[in-house]
């Protein structure tokens, strides 16, 4: 079975959630995938077209009224296959974090500590508001997805989101005390 890119994986993932068009596979990751991966409408056309060249979606047209056609693209059984094979594989690298504030914390003594308080404080600060979405996100799942049965895994990626969020506000305190 040809080996595909984790992007490819994650489009492949989403059709299966109902999501049928680039727009909503946009949508869909903006509103929950893009905490812990990105991937630009300049990958998802691309992208589904490779999928459908590979024959792992069909693709067909929808009338709209005074609009464009719609695509929806629809996972084969292929497609299916493709996905379940790539989720039992291990995982082959940790992720590398790339983190401007501990870039310039490295660097630190090279400026004012007020400075660095400063970027600190607000580094800790626009966590606390990332943390406060996470719950924000997980009450809505609870409320509007409570029967879906992807729900549950979707909560324990966000669960992984808040305890990484938590830690990093407690790294800021701590390191803020300490300078």
Known sequence: MKAYNNTTYSILGILTTGCKSGYDIKQLMDQSLTHFW?????QIYPTLKQLTENELV???????????DR???????????AL???LTQPVEQLPVERNEVLLKLFFGRHQLAEQTLMQLEDYKSKLEQ???TYHMIAQSI????ENDPDSKYWLFTL????RITSSAIEWCQ????SI
């Open 38 to 42: 990105k991937i630009s409408y300049g």
């Open 58 to 68: 069909t693709v067909t047209n929808t009338s709209q009224d005074g609009k464009p």
């Open 71 to 81: 695509k929806e693209y629809n996972l084969t059984q292929k497609g299916m296959d």
């Open 84 to 86: 379940k094979n790539w």
């Open 130 to 132: 990332r943390l406060q």
């Open 142 to 145: 609870q409320t509007h997805h």
């Open 159 to 162: 669960d992984y989101g808040k």
């Open 174 to 177: 701590a390191t803020i005390e």
